[in-house]
Nanobody, 126 residues
Framework: QVQVVESGGGLVQAGGSLRLSCASSGRTVSSYTMGWFRQAPGKDREFVAG????????NYADSVKGRFAITRDNAKNTVYLQMISLKPEDTAVYYC???????????????????WGQGTQVTVSL
């Protein structure tokens, strides 16, 4: 079993930056693909970014390309989501998810991920 816990959310003004962290425990997730999803009020949960087990392959939603960056530190069992140039439409609960182990690709669909965190709120004000 894998547990993932998100942190780093908060309130930020438009144009600002935040870094989210996803710490994993239980089985080592160094062989797991990790993803970030988000859910805004009244909307479905959507894919934001993903990274394969080695960090060599990343995938981003078009809406965040060039503004968000996903990285991982396998020694710390932690995945990060650096967010810059934040917009009010980035406001959502952000979820970390794990897919693995050693499965191919960085999928954008919720059903492809096996373990989920409880989420962290990101609010971007004007």
């Amino acid at each position: 079993q894998v547990q993932v816990v998100e942190s780093g959310g908060g309130l930020v003004q438009a144009g600002g930056s935040l870094r989210l962290s996803c710490a994993s425990s239980g089985r080592t997730v160094s062989s797991y693909t990790m993803g970030w999803f988000r859910q805004a009020p009244g909307k479905d949960r959507e894919f934001v970014a993903g990274i394969n087990w080695s960090g060599g392959i990343t995938n981003y939603a078009d809406s965040v390309k060039g503004r968000f960056a996903i990285t991982r530190d396998n020694a710390k069992n932690t995945v990060y989501l650096q967010m810059i140039s934040l917009k009010p439409e980035d406001t959502a609960v952000y979820y970390c998810a794990a897919r693995g182990p050693l499965r191919v690709g960085v999928p954008m669909t919720e059903s492809a991920y096996d373990f989920w965190g409880q989420g962290t709120q990101v609010t971007v004000s004007l």
